[in-house]
């Protein structure tokens, strides 16, 4: 009796704190080198505070809450969305993702709600048919020299083309958000080369491992469950095989124990990197000239062959390049026929976000689902050097 009069105590004296005394409380159990809850850089647009949300808390609602997120459920991961109940799509991918990040934030101490927001928010920019899709967008922008590239996409997608209120584009996210997906970088920024004017926060970094360690293990799960991979194709990979080893033993998929596997070496390289940079505060982090939330090298080794066998195996399989081959023809054809007939859509995006054709035009189709672009392709006017393998189907195996 005692102790339940307690519980309802300290639920009472919880409810009667401020927000700012909660956020107070918050911050007290993060890291020093976390971003802390109610954030430093604000928002675009100045807002009243919530009465119980924290900032973060308010962006991962206002992202969930945008149509861009719903349709993630129809946009292709590996196989085109629909082909079959189980394979990922991309909504299932960032849940996975979201999933992931929450825990590594939780454990390295830092901003969960923040780190939840970006992989939230980090594919919404994606164009239907995975990355063959995203290929072919990038071929078409090149046309007009500009290109294409999802995160960027994702932040022009909660910057200008989604709406939270009538006053301002956008969601007017919080500035720690939006600088997470400029900073969720894939190789191809790498390659080509952006300015970076300062280290992503740890939780933009855990995101973007998240993302890594999200789609290595659910590609691998899906290409097995789809028998296009067997265990036999996996012989040359010992993180596979040591995640096999642990999966046998505790009677659980391998999926979860190559997730296990790579969080837990991240956590020990991590906090290794943190030490040996003297990392203690937050401007430290955004100082820091190398990447702080990493794998070890060994694990990268590791990681990079089991991917390479993914490359080889999977996404280059003939199952999976007759989807892409697909997806990425639809989007040429639908490109080249906007710019020749632009829709109602593609015009009322050009005028209300001042764009170039190309741009309005990449925004829409890029939001489409798969099946959305299927539908719209197959209004197109005929063409009589289109192959009639296209058109026919968005089934697999
Ligand atoms: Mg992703």
Do not use: W
Not at 50 to 61: A, G, I, K
Not at 242 to 271: C, F, M, P, Q, W
């Amino acid at each position: 009796m005692l102790c339940v009069l307690q519980d309802n105590m300290t639920l009472f004296l919880f409810l009667m704190k401020t927000i700012s005394e909660r956020i107070k409380v918050a911050n007290s159990s993060l890291s020093t080198y976390a971003v802390p809850h109610a954030g430093n850089l604000g928002r675009e647009y100045k807002e009243a505070e919530d009465d119980t949300r924290f900032q973060f808390q308010r962006d991962r609602d206002r992202i969930i809450h945008t149509q861009a997120f719903r349709r993630l459920k129809g946009k292709t991961q590996v196989f085109v969305a629909g082909c079959g109940d189980h394979f990922r799509t991309r909504l299932t991918h960032t849940m996975e993702v979201a999933q992931i990040s929450r825990d590594m934030a939780r454990t390295l101490g830092l901003n969960e709600d923040l780190a939840e927001c970006i992989a939230l928010a980090h594919d919404l920019g994606h164009t239907p048919f995975g990355h063959a899709g995203e290929n072919a967008m990038r071929e078409e922008m090149k046309r007009s020299n500009e290109t294409f590239e999802h995160n960027l996409q994702s932040l022009r997608v909660v910057t200008l083309l989604e709406e939270h209120k009538k006053k301002y584009p956008g969601l007017n996210l919080n500035r720690e958000v939006l600088e997470g997906l400029m900073k969720h970088r894939t190789s191809f920024d790498e390659e080509h080369g952006q300015d970076l004017p300062r280290n992503p926060s740890l939780e933009a970094q855990v995101v973007n491992l998240a993302d890594e360690i999200a789609y290595t293990a659910h590609d691998t799960d899906d290409g097995l469950r789809s028998e296009i991979l067997h265990f036999t194709d996996f012989a040359d990979s010992s993180l596979f095989q040591e995640a096999a080893l642990i999966s046998e033993k505790n009677g659980t998929e391998v999926r979860g124990s190559i997730i296990h596997l790579l969080v837990i070496d991240a956590y020990h390289d991590t906090e290794l990197r943190l030490r040996a940079n003297s990392i203690n505060s937050l401007n430290d982090v955004y100082e820091s000239e190398v990447p702080l939330c990493a794998f070890s090298y060994e694990m990268t080794k590791r990681l990079s062959d089991l991917r390479g066998i993914l490359e080889e195996k999977f996404y280059a399989s003939a199952d999976v390049l007759k989807h892409s081959n697909k997806g990425r023809q639809i989007i040429h054809e639908l490109f080249r026929s906007y710019e020749e007939n632009p829709p109602e859509k593609v015009r009322e995006l050009k005028g209300r976000t001042k764009s170039s054709l190309s741009e309005a035009i990449k925004d829409y189709i890029a939001g489409m689902t798969d099946q959305y672009a299927l539908l719209r392709f197959e209004e197109l006017p005929p063409r009589a050097d289109r192959d009639p393998a296209i058109a026919t189907s968005t089934g697999g195996k």
